[in-house]
C-alpha cells in the first residue's frame, strides 16, 4: 500500500505519541521533502522535529515531480508536494487534513483521510478508544474539528461495533 502524508497528520500523531499507528496500519508512509522540512523547522514541536530527524526506516522522503494540478496555488507548499506526490506515485491514500487540500486532491481523484479518519480506522480495529483519543488530540494539541463532525464519526463507528 502506498501512502503519503501530508504535515498535520504527523504532527498530531506524535504528539499523541500514537505515531506507531502509521507502520501499522500502512506499512510504508512517504512524504515529500517539503513536509519533512516543515516537521523539522524551529516551529514544529520539538517531537514532531525529533521524529523526523530520528525516522524510522518505514518513514521514506521522496521527490515529487512538478506538476500542474488546479488548485495547488491556493495551497502552502507541503500540501502541494504531498498531493503531486501522491498522484506520481499512484497512491492508495493521502493523509491531509487541511479543507482546501483535502479539496483539491479529491479533484484530482486521489483517496484521501485525515487524522480523525486514522483514529477512527484504529478504533474500528480495536488499537485505541476514538472518545478517549480524541478528546486527548483536542486538548493537548491546536487541533479544530467540529463537535458535530466527531459526533458524525462517532455515529459510523458506532454502526460497526467500534469506538
Not at 500514537?18 to 512517504?30: H, N, Q, T
Amino acid at each position: 500500500m502506498i501512502v503519503i502524508s501530508d504535515t498535520s497528520p504527523l504532527r498530531y500523531l506524535v504528539a499523541l505519541g500514537l505515531v506507531d499507528l502509521m507502520p501499522r496500519r500502512f506499512g510504508e508512509l512517504l512524504v515529500p521533502p517539503e513536509v519533512a522540512d516543515e516537521c523539522r523547522h524551529s516551529a514544529a514541536p520539538e517531537a514532531l522535529r525529533r521524529f523526523v530527524l530520528n525516522a524510522p526506516g518505514w518513514f521514506s522522503i521522496a521527490q515529487a515531480p512538478p506538476r500542474s494540478i488546479s488548485g495547488l496555488g491556493r495551497l502552502d507548499p507541503g500540501e502541494s508536494a504531498a498531493i503531486r506526490l501522491a498522484l506520481a506515485k499512484d497512491a492508495d491514500l493521502l493523509l491531509i487534513d487541511e479543507r482546501i487540500g483535502r479539496q483539491v486532491a479529491v479533484d484530482a481523484d486521489i483517496r484521501v483521510s485525515g487524522t480523525l479518519g486514522l483514529l477512527a480506522d484504529a478504533a474500528e480495529r480495536g488499537w485505541l478508544d476514538f472518545d478517549m483519543t480524541v478528546q486527548r488530540l483536542v486538548t493537548e494539541t491546536n487541533f479544530r474539528v467540529s463537535p458535530e463532525v466527531i459526533g458524525a464519526v462517532r455515529r459510523l463507528l458506532e454502526r460497526t461495533g467500534a469506538r
